[in-house]
């Protein structure tokens, strides 16, 4: 992304490259949150087309599932569906495979700062462990005594 242009082309990669990286984040929260944003703006915009329904690769609990498929640029993505997606989209079955997104050379600081810039979210403050805590602490006895040697 050589500009923070909000292009479907700059938009759709950094939804790739976050996409991926909440796939296998310890704390994806903010970075499927920052996706559905996203989706649901480019959606608004016509800057993203919903295509139809897929069967989940991974059901839950094992009940079927599905997803929406959405395509932005030259991607597809995958995201919840609401009731009026079961009415008014074609489901189109299992999941094709043989389909893959292209490949992008852009950094997750680069695609998390476009799309928080793109939709207004703000990123989670991160805490610091060393500041001081406000709240009253209490120690075990065998802290005290530890501490006064």
Known sequence: MKDNAFTVENLSKALFVVNKHAKTAIDPKFLYELKKKAIVK???EGKAKKIGLHFSKNPKLSKQTS???ITCGDYLFHQLPSKEDFQNLPHL???DDQHRNPKTHVS???AKALLV???GLKPPQPTNPYAP????QSFSPFAKRFGER
């Open 117 to 119: 810039a793109y939709t």
């Open 133 to 136: 805590n406000t709240k009253k």
């Open 93 to 95: 079955g299992d999941l």
């Open 108 to 110: 997750l600081k680069q």
């Open 67 to 69: 997803t929406v498929l």
């Open 42 to 44: 480019l959606l608004a």
